[in-house]
């Protein structure tokens, strides 16, 4: 076990990750039928696809969040 805190961004960074799995795996759902020469998906599907840019986004900043914190921590405290 870490005896570190939570830093203000590993929430982000989780559902970041979560959030790009799903928009990962909807990107390959959607392009299945294309590939295999089938009825393409409705455009909802297409929209489930964003998820993944938008996944990839939230985890960025969350590592950005966490960045920005480890900085300061480590910052000389001037007295």
Known sequence: ???QS???GDGYVKAGAVVFGLGALATLVTF???????????T???WLSMLMPAG???ALTGLLLNA????????????
């Open 44 to 46: 909802a599907a297409y």
């Open 1 to 3: 076990m870490s005896s």
């Open 56 to 58: 990839f986004l939230a």
């Open 32 to 42: 299945v039928p294309l590939f295999l020469h089938l009825t393409p998906l409705p």
């Open 6 to 8: 939570a830093d203000p």
């Open 68 to 79: 920005r914190a480890q900085r300061r921590r480590s910052a000389p405290v001037e007295s």
